[in-house]
Structure formats: structure tokens, C-alpha cells
């Protein structure tokens, strides 16, 4: 089950205040030595994954508005995610899905309209994700193996059509609520109670969605999480298969 609860208090600010207090001595004559070295980038990476991987994910996109300084803002904190899709803004969005691989995302299916699907018969739901599936490796090169069905909503039969069609379908572990006026800092106390191996719902479409990107990131370095991969074996998140130097 998707958590919702939030759990205050778990969200500390890892870094800043020792690597400023240190340079603030330094500064003063008071320290000789050099400052310990800035936490490294969370790339996945940077030899700092101990405790694991998480999955961050943002649905909905690609937006005119929103995708493109959502990578950048993905990028500047070395952050990789996986970002599901609707058909029919790929399709008039093609450019962005382009961004989405050229940034490194990886990239998902979250059906062509974004309906529910679980009141659609069979052949409408082979439709909506086919339609997708296609559209994505014409832009991409690449067949999404990852789906994720519009607002969670599924049953035997749309989760069949998806594997029938290569896919696995993906939920979440820790749902943000980021489309329901949340501030950045309210979306980061839910996304930072996420655990190894588990999976952040976040949408492409909300600025304070961008703005929590980089204490996101902050926390999971601070636990040495890495954002990794969905698994489409396990469901799980995992170190990059396309990522050599980590460890
Ligand atoms: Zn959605």
C-alpha cells in the first residue's frame, strides 16, 4: 500500500551547516587544515550508495511549461528519475521526450490520455498503452518497459494487457501529494521518508515539484541513497544497469 502519512522530524539537512561552520574557521585563521571535501553529487555514481537506491519518479509530463526546467533542476543535483509519460503530450511534445533521454531519464508509459482505465474494455486499454508504447520508441530508439496506470487504478486485466505488451506495471511506495497545492517543503518531508528500494510519485506539471529537488537530494546523499532505476524484474529501485562506475 502507498503510504500517505507524513512523518515529521526526518527530514535533516545533512551537509550545509558543518561544511559553512568549517569554512567559517577556516576563514578566521582558526583552522590550518583544508575543509572537508563538499558531499559529492548523488549521481549514482559517486561511490557513496551503501544503504541502496530509491526510485524518483514524475508523471504526466511532457509539459511546455514544466519539463524543461524540471530536467535542468534533475540535472544540476545529479539526479537521475524515471518520468511516465501520456501519449498524447509526447506526441505534441516530441522534442521534450527527446530532452527527457538526452538528460539521461529513463522513460515510461503512463497510458495515451491519462483515463481510467479500469472502466475501459480490454481492447480500448491495449489501445491507450500500445498507442504510447509505439509513439516512445519512434521518439526514443528504446520500447518503455515500465507502466504506470493513471491514478494507480488497475485490475488483472490492465495489468495483463501492460505485460502482454512488455511493460510492468509500477505504483509507488511514497506518494508526495505534489499535485494538491503542496509547498516544496512539504513535498520534501513526504519524499524523504522513502527507503531503499522503494518509489517517489511526483508529477511534471508543478513548480514547488522543482523546487524540492535539491533537498531531496541533499537528504538521500546525507543517507547514502542513490536515485537509481525501476527495476521492470522486481518493481524495486536498483543501481543503473547502464551505470559502470558505481559501486
Ligand atoms: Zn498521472
Known sequence: ?????????????????PVLAMAAAVAAGLVA???????????????HCEAGYVGLTYDDGPTPEYTEPLLSALRENGVRA???NIGEKAEKNRELVEAEK?????????SWSHPN???LPEDEIRSQLARTQDLLEEITGTAPTLFRPPFGSTDATVKGVAEGLGMTQIIWDVDTRDWSGKSA?????EA????????ILM???????????????????GRDLCPGMISPTTGKAVKPADDPVSP
Request: glycine letters at 8%; hydrophobic letters at 45%; aromatic letters at 6%.
Open 82 to 84: 524515471t518520468l511516465f
Open 203 to 221: 508529477h511534471d506539471g508543478y513548480p514547488a515539484t522543482i523546487e524540492a529537488i535539491p533537498a531531496i537530494a541533499e537528504n538521500l546523499r
Open 192 to 199: 524523504v521518508t522513502v527507503q531503499s528500494g522503494e518509489i
Open 1 to 17: 500500500m502507498p503510504r500517505h502519512a507524513p512523518a515529521p522530524g526526518r527530514f535533516a539537512p545533512a551537509f550545509r551547516r
Open 185 to 189: 517543503e512539504e513535498i520534501v518531508e
Open 33 to 47: 587544515v583544508a575543509a572537508p571535501a563538499a558531499p559529492a553529487a548523488a549521481t549514482s555514481g559517486d561511490g
Open 117 to 119: 482505465l479500469t472502466k
Open 102 to 110: 538526452e538528460a539521461g531519464m529513463w522513460i515510461a508509459n503512463h
